[in-house]
């Protein structure tokens, strides 16, 4: 009995679909029961009431999804160039470019934002805004160079060919042709970018010396040192997160199977 | 004629400002690493006072004490060091084993299912890590569990998973499915037939996908924030952000992680030098 669904392979997966329902599913749920819970497990939704009565609150959230925009942007305008110039070069030089765009990621994230405050400090450009900017753009910028690199590289170079001979120039065949069949990549990359940035809590503490919080940091401290009255509101602002985590995957939902090849 | 010359002349202006724009992101990119690297080789207690070049740091980090100042190095780096080790070891080898396994029954199963769990899969991989954290925290607080390492460990597996499923599952596109089933027609038992056919095919995707685990388990911080408790278990990444707080990293940091750095670097040369060799042949 037992070998015989040992043999059927597609049995292979339940255990681990068991793992995800258990260790994945069940804890969102959970984070969906808190936040209309209150501490007593009562159903309530004063804790979305709270957030929305509080301003501090609601424009934290509203300046964090402007930071992760804007970084997400810069990261576009960065990157684009540097995937296209990356794709364009010739045959040997692309693995070792990509490999070295890769590597600082090797280094603990926390501590090359540190050292990046360091830089600030060296320079003495005061650590706010244009710091947190700048630092979140220096942690996510390869996760944009890559997706966009990996589907330029994958463009046919006879439809390049063809554009040219169809008589465009250069240009009207970067606009027509070349960004049209990049723009998967971009998705991509607005994705890999804009999510852990919206999220983020470490570095913006680190970066701004705790002058500027962001809604990541928010949550964090409800669980943190809120202890555990601060717990439903928390799972409250967690499950907002979670929205706009839904709504960005959506908006790329056609390319998710993309992201997956390139992980 | 002319339109050669023209058409050369552009094409080195093209790369000038291209290879010069991928070197000036590459500078910035590299300068907080160099500026790690290079103050690794000072003894100053921060990051950018130089104070003559010294070997302190790497002595201090190697020998576990300062000879000069009379104090020991924080005995919980190490133990943050060793940790962030055994976690992603333990991590990354349960979740080869965990996602191969998967890979290969979600590639037996009919389209419609096989859609479905792969969905199921991807959640992790959008799920931001403090959603992940916070998560799992409250599963732990509703079992009742007390968090520490093998709830850390627990964690890192759920993150680490998906990506092992999406490096092996290339491979079995590619394998011939006939030969575990002749596999097993010859009288190998299931367990066998993994061992012997399906094991060596799928090998290169579990590596990468161990090695990717690896990565992303060390690289780890707020998932672990949430899951780790609070019995003093601390991974280098927790470690440096409560060191950070509370003011002043611990120096010898520096020349630690200018270790793993090169190190990390000489691994990738010699990859590449391999491969290079390899497609010249």
């Known amino acids: 009995m037992t070998i015989k669904l040992i043999q059927n392979r597609k049995n292979w997966v339940w255990p681990y679909v068991a793992i995800l329902c258990f260790f994945v599913i069940l804890p969102l749920v959970l984070i969906g029961i808190y936040a209309f819970t209150n501490q007593q497990g009562e159903f309530t939704i004063q804790n979305f009431v709270q957030f929305f009565q509080k301003s501090e609150a609601v424009n934290t959230f509203i300046y964090s999804v402007t930071i992760a925009v804007i970084t997400t942007l810069i990261c576009i305008v960065l990157g684009y160039p540097a995937a296209y110039f990356m794709a364009m070069q010739s045959f040997r030089t692309p693995a070792v470019m990509s490999m070295l765009f890769i590597l600082p990621m090797w280094i603990n994230f926390l501590l090359r934002t540190l050292a990046t405050v360091e830089l600030f400090h060296m320079f003495n450009l005061p650590l706010g805004e244009g710091a947190l900017l700048f630092g979140m753009c220096y942690d996510f910028l390869p996760f944009m160079i890559y997706p966009i690199y990996n589907t330029l590289q994958k463009i046919d170079v006879s439809l390049l060919e063809a554009s040219q001979d169809l008589g465009a120039n250069r240009w009207e065949t970067f606009i027509k042709v070349i960004v049209p069949l990049s723009l998967p990549g971009v998705y991509s990359g607005i994705i890999m970018v804009f999510m852990p940035t919206v999220s983020t809590f470490a570095i913006s503490e680190l970066l701004t010396q705790n002058k500027i919080t962001l809604f990541g940091s928010l949550i964090q401290r409800s669980f943190g040192e809120g202890g555990i009255t601060m717990w439903n509101y928390g799972a409250a602002l967690s499950l907002i997160m979670l929205i706009i985590i839904g709504l960005t995957s959506f908006f790329g939902n056609d390319d998710n199977e993309d992201i997956n090849r390139q992980a | ?281």
């Not at chain 2, 690794?40 to 004490?65: A, I, R």
């Open chain 2, 1 to 281: 004629m002319i339109t050669k010359i023209s058409i050369d002349r552009r094409n080195i202006w093209g790369r000038v400002v291209s290879q010069g724009y991928l070197w000036l992101l590459l500078v910035v990119l590299y300068a907080p690493i160099l500026l790690i690297i290079i103050f690794s080789f000072t003894k100053s207690k921060v990051l950018g006072n130089w104070t003559g070049f010294t070997l302190g740091l790497y002595e201090n980090l190697f020998t576990g004490y300062d000879l000069s100042d009379q104090v020991r190095v924080d005995p919980n780096l190490y133990r943050a060091l060793i940790y962030t080790m055994v976690i992603a070891f333990s991590a990354a080898l349960v979740a080869t084993l965990l996602g191969t396994i998967a890979a290969v029954g979600i590639f037996n199963l009919k389209q419609r299912y096989r859609k479905g769990v792969m969905f199921l899969n991807s959640i992790p991989m959008i799920n931001p890590d403090i959603i992940t954290g916070i998560s799992l925290f409250l599963l732990f607080v509703f079992l009742g569990i007390s968090r520490g390492l093998v709830t850390v460990i627990i964690a890192h597996v759920i993150f680490c998973t998906p990506y092992v499923v999406l490096s092996v599952m290339p491979r079995l596109t590619k394998m011939n499915p006939n030969i575990y089933e002749a596999a097993l027609d010859l009288g190998a038992t299931p367990v066998k037939a993994f061992n012997k056919v399906l094991i060596p095919e799928l090998w290169p995707g579990m590596i990468s996908g161990f090695i990717l685990s690896l990565t992303l388990s060390i690289d780890d911080f707020g998932v672990t924030f949430f899951t780790k408790g609070s019995n003093g278990l601390e991974t280098l990444s927790t470690f440096i952000y409560s060191d950070a707080r509370k003011g002043g990293l611990t120096p010898e940091l520096r020349p630690l992680f200018s270790l793993i750095f090169l190190t990390i670097l000489v691994l990738l040369i010699i990859s590449n030098l391999r491969t290079s060799k390899q497609i010249k042949k």
